[in-house]
Nanobody, 122 residues
Framework: QVQLVESGGGAVQAGRSLSLSCVASGSIYSVGPMAWYRQPPGKEREVVATIARAGNDDYVDSVAGRFAISRDNTRNTVYLQMNSLKPEDTAVYYC????????????????WGKGTLVTVSS
C-alpha cells in the first residue's frame, strides 16, 4: 500500500505565504505525475497545480504567478509554495500522485492524501 501525507497547512492573513509538503511512502517503485488539489468550503474539488516527474509544471489561472509546485524524486515528495495568499485560497488542500509499484507496473495507481486545511483571513 501507499500513503500520501500532507503537512504545512494552517491559518494565515491575506498577503502572507505558506508552504505545503506531501510525502509518499509504502510500496513504491517510482512516482509519476504529482499534483495539488483543493476543495473550498461548499465547493467542488479543483486542481491547483501539477508537476511531471521531469519537472514540467502547470497551474490553474487563479494561482499562476503566486503558487509554485516542486518535487524531490529522491524523497517522493511534492511541495507547494503559496505566496500572496488571498481569502479565496481558503480550502482543504489534497496531494495527488500516480504511483508505480514495480518495474513491470505499466499502469500505476492514483493515490490521494487526507488533506490539510489552509485558512486565509482578510
Amino acid at each position: 500500500q501507499v500513503q500520501l501525507v500532507e503537512s504545512g497547512g494552517g491559518a494565515v492573513q491575506a498577503g502572507r505565504s505558506l508552504s505545503l509538503s506531501c510525502v509518499a511512502s509504502g510500496s513504491i517503485y517510482s512516482v509519476g505525475p504529482m499534483a495539488w488539489y483543493r476543495q473550498p468550503p461548499g465547493k467542488e474539488r479543483e486542481v491547483v497545480a501539477t508537476i511531471a516527474r521531469a519537472g514540467n509544471d502547470d497551474y490553474v489561472d487563479s494561482v499562476a504567478g503566486r503558487f509554485a509546485i516542486s518535487r524531490d524524486n529522491t524523497r517522493n515528495t511534492v511541495y507547494l509554495q503559496m505566496n500572496s495568499l488571498k481569502p479565496e485560497d481558503t480550502a482543504v488542500y489534497y496531494c495527488h500522485a500516480k504511483v508505480y509499484s514495480s518495474w513491470f507496473d505499466n499502469d500505476g495507481k492514483i493515490y490521494w492524501g487526507k488533506g490539510t486545511l489552509v485558512t486565509v483571513s482578510s
